[in-house]
């Protein structure tokens, strides 16, 4: 695995994570954010170390990293969009909204834009139900979503500026 430009390899950063929870109950998800939150995701090479330090299978870390949808197995865009896709969403135009951002986006959901500006997630409740269609972008919620909003609120986090 790589060396960061400390000369601490990837291992030796992803143990120190691991040791800090290794003695908690469930000591999986919070490693698994301590990961994300150290690294933006968890690479497929930390799995075999996860589940060796551990003492889990390969298949069941992995099968955790793919259950929820906060753990990503690549790099993110420098903005994160997730779209609500839940029934009452759906109800009140997600999906228009969905094909929308893959329009503007020219990806699909689950990938980044080719030039690492924005990846465009999904989401199947954010809780935001009365304001629906609901989007996060960069970890901030918004409601009442449509596409000329959802563009201006993309184009404000771009330039560095507060979304509201």
């Not at 109950?25 to 170390?49: C, D, K, N, S, T």
């Not at 889990?56 to 779209?83: C, K, N, W």
């Not at 989007?135 to 901030?140: K, L, V, W, Y």
């Amino acid at each position: 695995m790589a060396v960061d430009s400390a000369g601490t390899s990837v291992v030796e950063r992803v143990r120190a994570v691991i040791d800090a929870h290794k003695g908690e109950r469930g000591a999986l998800l919070p490693i698994l954010h301590g990961i994300q939150a150290e690294f933006g995701y968890i690479a497929p090479e930390v799995v075999p170390v996860l589940a060796n330090e551990l003492n889990m299978s390969r298949a069941d870390v992995h099968g955790v990293i793919t259950f929820y949808s906060d753990f990503q197995a690549e790099p993110s865009g420098t903005t994160t969009v997730r779209l609500c896709r839940a029934e009452a969403c759906q109800s009140v135009g997600a999906e228009r909204l969905v094909a929308d951002a893959e329009q503007v986006f020219g990806v699909k959901v689950g990938q980044t834009t080719p030039d690492g500006s924005v990846t465009l997630g999904q989401v199947f409740c954010l809780g935001n139900c009365a304001l629906g269609p609901a989007a996060q972008i960069n970890g901030r919620m918004y409601g009442l979503m449509d596409r000329a909003r959802l563009v201006e609120l993309l184009v404000r986090a771009e330039g560095g500026e507060e979304t509201a």
